[in-house]
């Protein structure tokens, strides 16, 4: 299980799409629009398939490979996507994967995945794209600085907690956190990749009210499991924080970055 749930995914959805780089994904765009067909693609950790359904459109000759190990994620992929063809659902776990699932693929994505990967994961995984000349698009990895425009005394230390937290394991390994696009970045240039890096910032202003308090809400038991901020000191920041949602001068800026990294063919 790894405890992201549907509700939560589609509430990031929309501050995903206008956060991703726009300059990586028209990058991305003609290295794949130029790569032989079939152009096929593999988004590992695809959740419910908020990446398939931000690139596919710009991509119709492509094929996809859609994986995950959580089968309701994937079910509800299936149902917001269809079941068409050069569409694939994989229930597999990244922790077992075969490496046949690699063949035929011109570039994998992951978006809000990298981050959650053990440095052992990421430099295995990067080892057999590269040994196959497949490139990489790792979105959206949180990259440790959330701020908010209207400040509370205890921002800094909630941050620091949670970065803390960033590298507990989550299922692949002592998590990179925010390290993941520098670790990834070095592994594909010491290849001799073309990479390129980009800030894809959420930017959370009261239209987004109800991903705010949801992000806020997780904030809790990562802050707690760290152990060096009391309940009621957290509660009583949490409150600030909720009661400045909507109003006009609070902006959330939570911080990612994006990776793109393909072989000079
Ligand atoms: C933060 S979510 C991102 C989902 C999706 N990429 C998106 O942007 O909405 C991370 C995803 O990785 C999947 N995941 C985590 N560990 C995995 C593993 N060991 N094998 C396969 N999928 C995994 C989770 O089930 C979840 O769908």
Redesign the pocket.
């Given at each position: 299980?790894?405890?992201?749930d549907k509700d939560?995914?589609t509430l990031?959805?929309p501050a995903?799409r206008d956060a991703r780089s726009l300059s990586l994904l028209q990058s991305f765009n003609r290295y794949i629009s130029s790569a032989p067909p079939p152009r096929t693609i593999l988004?590992?950790?695809?959740?419910?398939?908020?990446?398939y359904r931000t690139l596919a459109p710009a991509l119709p000759d492509a094929t996809w490979k859609l994986?995950?190990?959580?089968a309701t994620?994937l079910e509800e992929a299936k149902r917001q996507i269809g079941e068409k063809d050069g569409i694939e659902f994989l229930c597999?776990?990244?922790?077992q994967?075969d490496d046949a699932v690699l063949d035929g693929v011109s570039m994998v994505t992951?978006?809000?995945?990298f981050d959650?990967?053990s440095a052992q994961f990421s430099d295995r995984f990067a080892a057999q794209l590269v040994g196959r000349n497949i490139g990489l698009y790792a979105?959206?990895n949180y990259d440790g600085q959330m701020q908010w425009t209207v400040r509370h005394p205890f921002d800094e230390q909630v941050v620091e907690a949670f970065n803390r937290h960033q590298h507990f394991d989550?299922?692949?390994g002592p998590a990179l956190g925010p390290d993941a696009t520098d670790h990834l970045s070095s592994l594909f240039e010491a290849s001799g990749f073309s990479v390129s890096v980009a800030t894809s910032p959420w930017q959370l202003r009261g239209d987004m009210a109800e991903l705010q308090m949801a992000f806020l809400a997780g904030l809790k038991r990562p802050i707690l499991e760290i152990g060096n901020i009391e309940e009621a000191a957290f509660s009583e920041w949490l409150d600030f924080r909720l009661s400045q949602i909507g109003s006009d001068d609070s902006v959330c800026i939570v911080g990612h970055t994006d990776l793109l990294a393909f072989p000079n063919l």
């Amino acid at each position: 299980m790894s405890g992201f749930d549907k509700d939560w995914l589609t509430l990031r959805e929309p501050a995903d799409r206008d956060a991703r780089s726009l300059s990586l994904l028209q990058s991305f765009n003609r290295y794949i629009s130029s790569a032989p067909p079939p152009r096929t693609i593999l988004d590992i950790g695809c959740g419910t398939g908020s990446t398939y359904r931000t690139l596919a459109p710009a991509l119709p000759d492509a094929t996809w490979k859609l994986l995950d190990y959580e089968a309701t994620l994937l079910e509800e992929a299936k149902r917001q996507i269809g079941e068409k063809d050069g569409i694939e659902f994989l229930c597999r776990n990244l922790n077992q994967l075969d490496d046949a699932v690699l063949d035929g693929v011109s570039m994998v994505t992951a978006s809000a995945l990298f981050d959650l990967c053990s440095a052992q994961f990421s430099d295995r995984f990067a080892a057999q794209l590269v040994g196959r000349n497949i490139g990489l698009y790792a979105a959206l990895n949180y990259d440790g600085q959330m701020q908010w425009t209207v400040r509370h005394p205890f921002d800094e230390q909630v941050v620091e907690a949670f970065n803390r937290h960033q590298h507990f394991d989550k299922g692949l390994g002592p998590a990179l956190g925010p390290d993941a696009t520098d670790h990834l970045s070095s592994l594909f240039e010491a290849s001799g990749f073309s990479v390129s890096v980009a800030t894809s910032p959420w930017q959370l202003r009261g239209d987004m009210a109800e991903l705010q308090m949801a992000f806020l809400a997780g904030l809790k038991r990562p802050i707690l499991e760290i152990g060096n901020i009391e309940e009621a000191a957290f509660s009583e920041w949490l409150d600030f924080r909720l009661s400045q949602i909507g109003s006009d001068d609070s902006v959330c800026i939570v911080g990612h970055t994006d990776l793109l990294a393909f072989p000079n063919l």
